[in-house]
């Protein structure tokens, strides 16, 4: 048999073994669905991790059918000694903060000011006490995860981000493309129970509890070890999206709408509607 003869008789083995590994992945990603993102699972712990333990062997049989997106590579990698330093393309500012109804009422005029003396059309979302990062992409698969900093310039934590399960390794077929290069930025936390669990954990150790969820969630992103991180269980809440250096959607509601079919998190409870900001705060 000549060796081209040899080459082909395994093709067909190589395809079916390839339509293995997508259809697990496939399957993986759609469970992480239901869990992490509409708190919904139909299958046990034991049943999911059977599944991607599956994968993992038939890539370690195949690492050249190994993707970057692929369930297996959340935890990929030794610990590192250190984070390299990345240079935000729009600079990630923090938000003000407003403690009377007088400057809510004011934020309300400037807004309108803006507008022309139209009537605003507000979106509203809850506050998440985590730390913010920013998510890349390009050509829909995750590249770089990155921590805020100081709003100019952050740490490039991307095996970290990796071990979120809210944030989708490759991005869903949202109905719009925004362009190759993409730019997601959300908010980092520990669920109370999650942080409960971890400060019992440090108990039993003897080491210090963690003062607050945020305290604990900035530490978690910026673990040495990816295995840890993954572990803690962080979440991610995603608030913006950007393309270059601009926003990718011309209002704040198409940009949640969009990341929520691109596979993200955002906050469940949002209104799109032109109200006075007094009602809205009336509403709470």
């Not at 712990?45 to 599956?54: F, G, N, T, W």
């Not at 590192?80 to 109804?101: G, K």
């Not at 250096?245 to 032109?274: D, P, Y």
Request: charge should be neutral; hydrophobic fraction near 35%; proline fraction near 5%.
């Amino acid at each position: 048999m000549s060796l081209w003869q040899n080459r082909t008789s395994d093709l067909p083995k190589q395809q079916s073994t390839e339509k293995t590994i997508a259809k697990l992945r496939d399957e993986i990603r759609r469970h992480d669905e239901l869990y992490y993102l509409q708190e919904n699972p139909e299958i046990s712990d034991r049943e999911y991790d059977a599944l991607v333990e599956k994968l993992r062997e038939l890539e370690a049989k195949h690492p050249e059918l190994v993707t970057p997106d692929s369930p297996t590579q959340r935890v990929a990698g030794s610990p590192a000694e250190s984070f390299p330093e990345f240079v935000h393309r729009v600079p990630m500012l923090s938000l003000d903060n407003s403690y009377s109804i007088d400057e809510l009422r004011a934020f309300d005029e400037r807004c309108r000011k803006l507008a022309g003396g139209k009537s605003p059309e507000y979106v509203t979302e809850l506050k998440i006490d985590g730390l913010s990062l920013s998510v890349h992409y390009e050509n829909g698969v995750f590249v770089r995860g990155v921590t805020r900093g100081d709003g100019f310039r952050g740490e490039d934590v991307s095996s970290n981000v990796r071990t979120i399960r809210s944030v989708p390794l490759k991005l869903r077929d949202s109905g719009k493309r925004v362009g190759p290069e993409i730019e997601v930025r959300g908010e980092a936390y520990l669920g109370r129970r999650i942080f409960e669990r971890i400060n019992g954990e440090r108990e039993e150790a003897g080491e210090a509890r963690f003062a607050n969820p945020r305290n604990a969630a900035s530490g978690t992103i910026r673990q040495l070890d990816p295995a840890i991180t993954a572990r803690r269980r962080l979440e991610m809440f995603a608030y913006d999206v950007f393309t270059g250096q601009r926003k990718a959607f011309a209002t704040h509601w198409e940009a949640l709408n969009w990341a929520e079919r691109a596979g993200f998190r955002v906050i469940g409870w949002k209104r799109s509607a032109t109200i006075l900001i007094m009602r809205l705060t009336g509403s709470w």
